[in-house]
């Protein structure tokens, strides 16, 4: 009777249908243009679609920054953040520039939208 | 964070003044001494262009060496009965039975019913085992045995469950059976739910008494190195639980399930959770009204005031239906007082100025600040800052970003930044969570307090949510305006507000409120509109204040009281029936909707809430007007493009003048912010339609309002509808519009003539 195979939670099969053809529709979006109005201001209002793109970014966050030094020093980290983890920075950069930093965490993004495209 | 050195700790009071005593309680690893020195503290946003952290170090005999070590935690709600006669493991047989809604009955073994030492092996337990089956056991101080039910408990169902022990025949026969209806259970009665049970086994051993308290929610064990602790802490609500003489039969046991209380000699002890209620709301004491009188105690605050297995739907209110409100709800991660050892005992010198203090501590390479504030013994300047200490309990170790982040980059609309603040919370789930944190089992966080270690009373703290200071370290933004504007000032707190009402004022010619105080007791309320009545003058500089309802009880001003009722913006919501504070007895949720919108007392309301950017305002007809037009001496048409908090004075939650909800008639609409971002949504319990568009580039009402109205014998209320603009005022040193305007207003507020 039960199909085991199935999660618990159906909708959570509607969900990922839906993850997959949001990110489709996004894919082609992307060009050097959006890329650059991001580095230039990764916060406030952007154009429409780039505010589509953070909107389905900040639904589900992967990544976020560590700042061992407030204001001064920014890492990227991997979500979540599990409890009892000291920080684990993905690599060993280290950006002065909040602005800077934000900016690596939408590169990573992109990256990862990009090849969750490649692998279809 | 994990295994590295720490210094934490809290003061037991929040709030002294001079030849008051306060206590330090502090816990640390890895340092085994610090050197104490209070400080006043000055500011604490290290954001560029700020005036960074500034403490100022004060001589006194708080200063010294002191020895540190590890302080234990006790965290989880349960209920104690003190049992000196040992009635409570009657020898011979006996039954135990209750009402159980349980949220996690998959997590491990819980006790529900308990008078068992797991170190000992001695005593029983009804309970739940690891299989999330209905368990009873028992030890007799060699082994412990059990019997289980064979089919696991149904999470948020609620069940009539016994044991009956027979001490004649050696056995056990448990009882499990669903008392579901259409309103009380996660699933409707329409189902078949098949998770009755009836289990008869041996028990091959005679249970030896723990000589210890029986317990609801949680049995006692040994923890090395410390000694007496309660484990097996239950998720989860409890209802009516009792104990009977003798192994019931089936008859007996269907008239306790039907709810009937247990009737004649039986009866060793019955608690009847939902006795003792009274319209000002329900303590922590659980009534037995069985022979003995064996009464219980909550131990970190049990939730009361919550719907019980024979919830009906209709009533919303333990007022309206005391009956079916004998639901005691239960948490593993509860803490409402750390109960640690005083580390520092300190009396408050007479000479010491009111202000922002912390006891500093230095050692092993690691520093932390013990914030608190002094007010004066009367008051010594015309000025107060009122520190919003309701609203830093509120947001009390919030930890949005652990975990699950959810939707809170999406809510802000910026990058998420951690601190070593939020590891450190991490690695301390016993420092507990904020009314924005949800417990283990998904329950709204409804109880918080600072009788524990809070990251956000800490001056340099930043929020991950947004990687800006928010609440104390914000405000402190303020204070660092207050120290450098020429007029003396006292610093009081919301707990002096909520215990002495309009007294606390009175003798103010202004009082100025936080970046974000929204957490109002109505004794809060009714204070603040007494104060304006009588000639008081308010400057609000924050946003989303005179929001929620809250409460306190008058013994325990530490902790306070929220439920996130069906509108406001909310982290959680409380479940049907469970809208009223245990603590007071009022309806809780935000203020507008019990007829006290925040506009009837500041003449703006919450309109908006975004943390990407913040933005300037522009002046409107009415700031050019003679009577007004002083506040902008020295102030162009836009002003606040600049600011510690995103980049101006209009930013992170907006407040808004309207007619509708009570802004005063006669009010000047001095200035407003404009040009916020899509981030910036239109708030929801202003919306009764869902219409696209309602971001801050398509909706006139995503904005800051910056008001001034006149109250009865020359009080007023300046507002500025904005949270970032308390951290625009120490932009390059002070030398900014923003502080400008803030000091045109507070220079004529203090003084006897009409503000308009
Ligand atoms: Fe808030």
Redesign the interface.
Known sequence: MTNTSLPADRQLLVYARFNEELRAEMRPLITEDLIEEHRRR????HSDTL?RL??MF??A?VY?????T??RE?QV?R?????????TPIDDVVYTD?NE??HA?FLRNLEDLMRSGGAK | ????PFITGYADSLSVRPGETVQFMVSAEGVASAEVQLVRLIHGD???GGPGFVEREIASSLSGTVALTTQFTQTGSFVRVADPAGRLTPAGSFTVHAFVWATTPGKGRQGLVTQFDAASRRGYGLGINESGCLSFWAGDGQAVHEVAAERALMPRIWYFVAAAYDADKGTVELYQEAVVNAYNSHLSPLLELDDGSRVAGALALTPQAAGADLLLAGFHDQRAGHGPVVTGLFNGKIDRPGIQAGALGLAELARLKEGQAPQGASTVAYWDTSAGYTDNGIGDRVQDTGPHGLHGLGYNRPVRAMTGWNWRGKDDCFRLAPAQYGGIYFNDDAIIDCRWQPTLRWTVPADLKSGVYAARLRGGGVEDHITFFVRPTTATAKVAMLMPTASYLAYANERF?????G?V??IT????????D??FL??H?EFGASTYDHHADGAGVCYTSYRRPIMGLRP?H?M?AT?VPWQFAADMSIVWWLEQCGHDFDVITDEDLDREGAALLAPYKVVLNGTHSEYYSERMMDATDQYLARGGRVMYLGANGYYWVVGFRADEPWCMEVRKLNSGSRAWQAAPGEYYLASTGEKSGIWRDRGRAPQKSMGVGFTSEGM??SKPYRRLPDSYDPRVSYIFEGVGEKFGDQGLA?GGAAGLELDRYDLMWGTPPDTFLLAASSGH???YPHVGEEIYFNLPGMG??QDFQVRADMTLFKSRAGGAVFSTGSIAWGQALPWNNGNNDVARLTQNVLDRFVRDEDVA
């Open positions: 990764p916060l406030g209002q505010m953070l909107n900040r639904r966050p976020a920054l560590y700042s061992r407030p204001c920014f980290i979500l979540p953040v599990t409890e009892g983890s000291n920080p909040q930093a934000l965490v | 964070m994990a295994n590295t290290m954001a560029p970003v652990l975990g699950d982040p939707v980059e999406a609309g910026h990058g998420l930044i951690l601190h070593d939020d590891y991490g690695a789930p340099r930043r991950a990687g990407d950017e995103l971002s899509d981030n801050g580039t």
